[in-house]
């Protein structure tokens, strides 16, 4: 069955290729984008339930690791692509349905489809890699099919905000692009279960220089505190489909990219500390933004950049616990943000505006979206029994099992986030749904195409909730695998034979 690794990265790529020779039939172009996706939420239930039993590698091209391209579902990987294919179905069925209803203003079919469907392809080929340099390529493909969708529509603000997202992403990837060239010459591979094995064998010096690019590169790309300035000026602005897919997933590339490197090459060279007081700083500094705003979706971007922090936590702790609370973590977050910036653009439909000052009456006027609205905001804000608590509670459960003074620190500074998180989305309701409305609303009708992907995402949140044990059974493996290496590692080099004490030159040479 490896003949299913490449799918999901494949499939969307043929598919942008079909979307622009179709560019001039929009209605081909929603059929296929439907039918592609569908095919990788399929594929990818696929891989997660075989790489749950054994990982799944593919050598591209027929070119043996470490020479060629490597390609690896294991159970984190396939877990990433099981929720990134259901969100960004949801999403795209609701940018669907706004499209038909709006005229396709806000999303120009014959760029949309093709650029969306290559932001997919990206996504997919970040998590499947097993190769640090195509980690690069999947992150540059992505971010160039973001380019596009963040300055859509063309309006002075957009390309404002596309304009600060650019630089900063190009400051990450040349980062990133330096730490590639430093391991290539430090190690004489690029291959991550290679990397395990020879990078402990290199001077510590240089081992922590290529550990801190990493680190910063990948911290610039999940929005970690001091770099996350750049996320709440570029988010709020994008058409709401394409704000709710940016904030739901593309951080969690970031975050996932930590999580893969840190544990698998730097297991004996870790910076713990630092990494709890970048998770400390960003919690508290993304949560106090959160409070002074007055738009909700830079309010929900605060929040956004708030919560990477719980995520950064359960990393920083480098336990069996502490990495399966931070990944149960990462698919509650994104399946509850996405579902909110979907409702708020159901909101600002209905009211004419985010601001928060501006809207009210919506309890009134829409009590659907006050019910959509407050599932994924409570179980943002950790209130029991739904997905955001059982995350929560996992994470803290490790930090007490720490037992460090700074962990104890994180730990209060994870229940004050979650006090203030709940304060700014009571406040966020109180003012949107129960004030009276300054401005008459507009008569506007929800689309039902555009209701349906919300409340199925609001219910995913739902049944992640319901079946928290399994999902917490299932990144307990995972985690087990990061802290272990060989079962990636014996995957990737079955035979034993190559890459973990042959160099590169040798592999080659004749």
Known sequence: MTWLVPLPAILPLAGAGLAVAFSRRPR????????????????????????????????????????????????????????????????????????????????????????????VAGVSNAFLTGDLFNLYVGFEVLLVASYVLITMGGTGARIRAGTIYVVVSLLSSVIFLIA??????????????????????????VRFVIQSLLLVAFAIKAAIFPLSAWLPDSYPTAPAPVTAVFAGLLTKVGIYAILRTQTLLFEDARIDRILMWAALATMLVGILGAVAQSDIKRLLSFTLVSHIGYMLFGISLSTRAGLSGAIFYVVHHITVQTALFLVVGLMERKGGTTSLNRLGGLARLAPVLGVLFLIPAFSLSGIPPLSGFMGKLGILQAGIADGSPLAYVLVIASVATSLLTLYVIAKAWNKAFWQPPIEEPRDVRMPRGML???????????????????????????????????????????????????SLEAVVEP
């Open 180 to 205: 590639v060239a430093l391991v290539y010459s430090a190690a004489g591979t690029l291959n991550l279960a290679q990397l395990a094995q020879r990078l402990p064998e290199i001077d510590p010096g």
């Open 28 to 119: 081909v172009q929603r059929i296929l984008t439907v039918v592609v996706l569908l095919t990788v939420l399929v594929v990818s239930v696929a891989l997660l339930v075989i790489a749950d039993r054994q990982p799944l590698v593919v050598n591209v091209g027929g070119w043996a690791a470490p020479v060629g391209i490597t390609l690896v579902a294991d159970r984190l990987s396939s877990l990433m692509l099981v929720i990134s294919s259901t969100v960004t179905l949801c999403v795209l069925v609701y940018s669907l349905a706004q499209g038909l209803n709006d005229g396709d203003k806000e999303t120009p079919v014959a760029i949309y489809h093709p650029t969306y469907l290559i932001l």
């Open 452 to 502: 349906g992907p919300t409340m199925a995402l609001v219910g995913i949140g739902l049944t992640i909730a319901v079946f928290a044990g399994p999902l917490y059974s299932l990144t307990n493996r995972a985690a087990i695998d990061l802290l272990g290496q060989s079962r990636y590692i014996s995957a990737v080099f079955p035979d034993g034979e190559r890459g973990v004490g042959e």
